[in-house]
């Protein structure tokens, strides 16, 4: 048993508002610069919906993420070395601008500076954002946005494509019929990433300490292979250098300690992050399981438990400091993952063992028992009234179980469970046993699962150790140098001279951060304000 620690994220849709607070403040972090206008490290999907960039999820078409072959062996779907090599310079599976979609901007000029007495109301009209031209915005990263292109483009969503054809028709996308619910999307930061197996150049990397896949500006070459590889398409192209760029899980925070940017401004706090120890040795064994139904269990059994000795003498023989230990103990990731159970990966099929899991979105269900005249203290009653809801568990099923309409039930099952139990008891002390006995949790679990759920504050929510005492004043003196952080790089974020540069420092017990000015600090421009950018700065 090799024993890795790995930084991880739970997503609570239930609570996702849809509100793009994440998304916007991760633009203005780490994409807000030149040949990143198309980029959004963080975007919020509505589904149903075809996604960003277009119809993503469609593996048949982009050839993205792992298989396996006739030997049962795991390869690349987007072939091996040679044919990768045919393809450097003309990749068939690379999505194009159209895809994603051409950015805009508006000459506002036109509105301060028309002169007087026109006939006609000035207007700004969109040029594009790459060539200055006049166009027509067809399309964006949230052009779906609340139902908002549904009857036009939700029809063509690959899950819904791949649910059985009785489920699919149950789907309509009249606007007062249809459901919805939003999706937040990160990198995943896999464990058996297939970014990382198809750079030609070894510029996509998975660190060590912490599973935080980051690229090699240096080394990156532009070949793109791993756009093409990333079944998510969570990897870019910056059109200004030439090279590829990912969501970074804000390792700058992470190393001294705080959230992700988008963790850290979720309106919604639904946003969970932890690390989880693994059996490294396993990875490869989980990922080749022949039924992809199998994958979800496949990678629960990877994860270690920090509670058992034998793992944390493990851990210690790995040289992880005892904070390391704590916060595996305490991690909130953890307990939705292998305790409750309640949080999914999405689209185990594609088998890079992904490190960013959901808790699926319940409908309405204890109004919908009683509306049906079914008793919701009757645990074969809320049961069945699941597998009716608004939102189709066949649908859930293709997001998050690989298509296996049961483990996805058997979720919305204990969250149903949950609020029923914590309503009765609240209104008249009931202990509902028989809803308990259900699922197989006790009271003290179930009530200990609402309080992560829904009223859990920030440590609870974000437990994450410092980078490791010993290694934190070479990160230190390695912030001081050229080489201080993979994006620190002419075009990189925080590089432009109107950019202020935050120099995190790891610190211990409550010190304050340099890193972290107030609401009073002075940027760089002389103006006053707080900054937001989480690079290291350079010497």
Not at 495 to 503: I, L, R
Request: aromatic share 8%.
């Amino acid at each position: 048993m090799r024993i890795r620690a790995q930084v991880a994220m739970v997503m609570n849709l239930d609570k996702c508002i849809g509100c793009h607070t994440c998304s916007v403040t991760c633009k203005q972090t780490w994409t807000n610069r030149e040949g990143t206008e198309y980029v959004w490290f963080n975007n919020v999907e509505t589904k149903p919906g075809i996604g960003y960039p277009k119809h993503y999820e469609d593996q048949d078409r982009w050839h993205g993420g792992w298989k396996l072959d006739g030997k049962g062996r795991l390869v690349l779907r987007s072939g091996g070395r040679v044919k990768r090599l045919t393809r450097l310079f003309a990749n068939p599976d690379l999505p194009s601008l159209d895809d994603y979609y051409e950015p805009a901007t508006f000459d506002k000029d036109i509105l301060v500076n028309a002169p007087a007495g026109l006939k006609d109301t000035p207007v700004k009209r969109p040029h594009s954002a790459l060539t200055g031209e006049p166009m027509a915005v067809t399309w964006g990263a949230n052009w779906e946005d609340s139902l908002g292109g549904a009857h036009e483009h939700a029809g063509a969503d690959p899950n819904i494509a791949r649910m059985p054809a009785e489920a699919a028709a149950k789907v309509k996308f009249e606007f007062e019929k249809t459901f919805m619910f939003h999706l937040p999307r990160i990198c995943e930061h896999c464990l058996n990433p297939a970014c990382v197996s198809a750079c030609p150049s070894g510029a996509m990397y998975k660190r060590a300490e912490d599973g935080i896949v980051l690229v090699d500006q240096d080394k990156c070459r532009g070949w793109r292979m791993c756009v093409s590889a990333c079944p998510y398409k969570k990897v870019y192209v910056n059109h200004a250098t030439g090279k590829a760029e990912k969501c970074t899980l804000c390792f700058p925070r992470i190393e001294a300690g705080q959230p992700t940017i988008c963790s850290e401004t979720c309106v919604g706090r639904l946003r969970y992050l932890g690390i989880v120890f693994y059996d490294e040795d396993a990875v490869l064994a989980a990922a080749s399981v022949p039924d992809e139904r199998d994958l979800l269990d496949a990678q629960r059994a990877v994860f270690l438990d920090p509670n058992d000795p034998a793992v944390q003498q493990a851990a210690r023989d790995a040289g992880m400091p005892q904070e390391w230990l704590d916060a595996a103990r305490r991690s909130p990731v953890w307990r939705l993952i292998s305790e409750y159970r309640i949080a999914l990966p999405l689209h185990p099929e594609y088998r890079t063992l992904p490190m960013v899991w959901y808790v699926p979105p319940l409908s309405p269900v204890l109004d919908a028992v009683g509306a049906a005249g079914r008793d919701d203290t009757d645990a074969d009653d809320v049961f069945h009234t699941i597998r009716d809801l608004r939102i189709p568990v066949e649908y859930l099923a293709e997001l998050f179980t690989a298509g296996d309409a049961d483990a996805a039930a058997g979720v919305l099952m204990k969250l149903a469970v949950m609020r029923s139990y914590m309503r009765m008891r609240t209104l008249d002390g009931t202990v509902a046993q028989e809803l308990l006995d259900s699922i197989g949790m006790t009271a003290e679990q179930v009530e200990a699962m609402y309080r992560l759920l829904a009223i859990a504050k920030y440590d609870e929510r974000y437990v994450i150790p410092k980078a490791y005492s010993k290694d934190a004043a070479a990160l230190e003196a390695q912030a001081a140098t050229q080489e201080g952080c993979s994006l620190d790089c002419e075009g990189g974020p925080g590089m432009s001279a109107e950019a202020t540069v935050q120099s995190f420092h790891l610190v211990a017990g409550d010190e304050v951060r340099p890193g972290r000015p107030g609401l009073l600090s002075r940027r760089s421009d002389g103006r006053r304000g707080l900054t937001i950018n989480p690079l290291r700065s350079r010497s």
